[in-house]
């Protein structure tokens, strides 16, 4: 018997204790063990739980008890998440966890404690939800140079996404939508603005290039000033508008990593991926693209990728798993002005014939996109590929011409 | 320091030769020790090789050396493949494989020498070339009821079908350029007839449901009968028509399984999979629908499968992976003539109004389908869900009344 603590009983939570429950056979067969729910943390009381014995308010508890060996930090935050995990890995317990914000502030500090203390720190739940990504990435491609991770990795921006190019909703109207169905908070922000997928994107990158990547240094938007008309435009170019958290490492070293909305084939296989589903594409210099598709949150997925890395956890007790990555710095980045991309710019126009070919002169040979009701005092083009440095400087040349850059979204080369 | 050997040097072993020489220092951090080639087993010689110095005729070359821990079987077939992994495992020895028809025949008589001899039996590499599936299905999915399995196994038919629905070409010409550009053999029997699919989602079912499911025992059709006019008629219905390999365990216990090309919903996440890729769909009670995407064959991508799976034998040379499955027969799978679905028939139409009505006489209330074009002398028609053997008495009925049925493929609810 393998005793195990779960530490937060909200959505993940008692989706860990359920799966746990329901699923107990077909996990002593994968172990040959059972896996016992010893403890479970939360300030709140459930004296309806058919677990109602199990429940404690402190955690000195789950830290004190020898016999568990396992825990599933599954509360969300920083804080007191940062501190348990911390004092667990450093008693020789291993942690799994489903808090991206956590590994993606902390887990380059998390691993090293863990390695320390003979200890695993796993986090398959903190990116896609219960899609495999970190385990196969981890594992299966060890015998790859992964060249670019990039995916659809926030699936309330998606679902919004999906709604105004299906349906024609607005953002403001499907962002409702999202919430009223629960794919959605009441804040939003941390998802329409980028942040969530950001702290993906930084474990993705770290795990597949071997250096911490912190938010803080990654270039993020979100998808708040997309409005229809880009919408309509993106799709006479072939395109959707989806948000990707994207990195590429350059023949330098460094990573080209950032989150933002862009113009996408409807070829890519990641334009087919649509509402609140996920989807990740790793770029292998053996495997060519693999692509990973499912839901990228919700209560049983998630929590079935945190009861995996529980089961991986009591396989390994007396042995490490070689997930691990060193610490990194903003060194390891390319500035954001660097970076290269096409655009996508939709201008105000007087004139369409005069700005056509002002954008001619500043960017060079442009694609003019246009749509069947487009609305004739816009302009819509797509520029060569340059720096963000160059197209800052250049839309600052249309501006003092007069010409509104009324959105400027990237076009991705995916 | 691990000492591996390589059991032939064809185009998957020496990828696996290369891959291990080129990513040497990656391979070294994931496991902090060298990787040896010490033995290379092919009846060819390769004087100008690098490794010429470790080729050799003779199997017990490799049986004998105690140093060789983990052995790559890539030769391909059963004979002497077979034998050769026998004594392997025997001996003690981990035996990683990408031969498929080896496992999809041997597997549980395989794994459950393996398990007595405490070695390890991995074949990530036989299903899905580059693409993880074997390891993510195994380990992350632990934590879950498999429902059902289904995917475009096979890169060559998949090709074929692309070509002839994206750009017109007929199945011979689609094949020959197949051939031309390497996807498809000479003889292309294996991948046209289904074979190769047959065999990797027998794979699939056996590791998903724990009981061997042997090719034999499964319905097996290929796509030598699809018509350019099949596929006009599946896109105005919506739909392509893919290859798919399915397994779905129904309430009795019974394994649903079958190859069979299938007109699929341009809205499935299978339909957008093109030209060789191959893609896989898993169905848990838990994660819902995960869908994994890649190059399904090739040199590199299939040889890096193989190398994971050294990686991960070297990783556990004392302890065994749990991938485990025992035999079966075919009690564990449902008779074809009781498997339910849809079906889509093109029949020969002297007079078209009588036809559609006496298909809905025999078959209820049917779906016409029709595309610009079509040959007035044909009727398509979508049938409601039945059984296969409802599905052929009813067709006898047809063809009384001197109707031919033209072609006639399920329809996936996929």
């Known amino acids: 018997m393998v005793s195990v603590a779960i530490m937060g009983h909200g959505v993940v939570g008692s989706g860990v204790a359920e799966i746990l429950t329901t699923h107990k056979k077909k996990l002593f ?99 896609g939800g219960g899609i495999p990504i970190i385990r196969p990435m981890h594992q299966c491609l060890v015998a790859n140079n992964v060249k670019e991770v990039a995916g659809i990795l926030n699936g309330t921006t998606n679902f919004i996404l999906t709604k105004m190019i299906a349906e024609g909703m607005d953002f403001d109207e499907a962002l409702k939508l999202a919430q009223d169905l629960g794919f959605a908070e009441r804040n939003p922000e941390a998802d329409v603005e980028g942040h969530d997928a950001c702290r993906k994107i930084c474990i993705l990158a770290s795990l597949a290039f071997g250096k911490h990547v912190y938010p803080d240094n990654v270039h993020t938007e979100g998808i708040t000033k997309i409005t229809l008309e880009d919408v309509k435009y993106a799709a006479s170019f072939k395109s959707v508008i989806k948000l990707i958290g994207k990195v590429k490492v350059l023949d330098n070293g460094k990573m080209d990593i950032l989150v933002a909305p862009m113009l996408i084939s409807k070829k890519s296989q990641l334009a087919n991926i649509d509402y609140e589903f996920n989807g990740i594409m790793v770029r292998g210099d053996c495997t060519g693209d693999v692509v990973f598709y499912g839901k990228g949150a919700g209560k049983l997925p998630t929590a079935s990728a945190v009861v995996a890395d529980i089961i991986d956890c009591c396989k390994h007790l007396k042995t490490r798993k070689y997930l691990y990555w060193a610490d990194g710095t903003s060194e390891n980045i390319l500035p954001y002005n660097e970076s290269e991309t096409a655009v996508y710019l939709r201008l105000s126009a007087v004139d369409r014939e005069t700005v056509i070919n002002k954008a001619k002169e500043i960017f060079g040979e442009v694609t003019v996109i246009t749509y069947e009701g487009a609305n004739p005092n816009e302009v819509a083009v797509a520029t060569p590929v340059m720096t963000i440095q160059d197209v800052e400087s250049k839309v600052a040349l249309l501006e003092n011409d007069n010409i509104n850059v009324l959105s400027k979204i990237r076009i991705g080369d995916l």
């Open 29 to 127: 067969a994968s172990i040959g063990e059972e896996v016992y729910i010893k403890h479970i943390l939360d300030l709140r009381e459930f004296p309806d739980s058919p677990l109602a014995d199990r429940f404690t308010k402190n955690f000195d508890d789950i830290l004190n008890d020898v016999e568990v060996e396992v825990v599933a930090e599954v509360m969300g935050g920083i804080n007191p998440a940062y501190d348990y995990t911390k004092k667990l890995l450093k008693a020789g317990k291993s942690v799994v966890t489903s808090n991206k914000e956590l590994v993606a502030a902390k887990g380059a500090e998390l691993l090293a404690i863990a390695k320390e203390n003979n200890a695993n720190f796993l986090f398959e739940a903190s990116v």
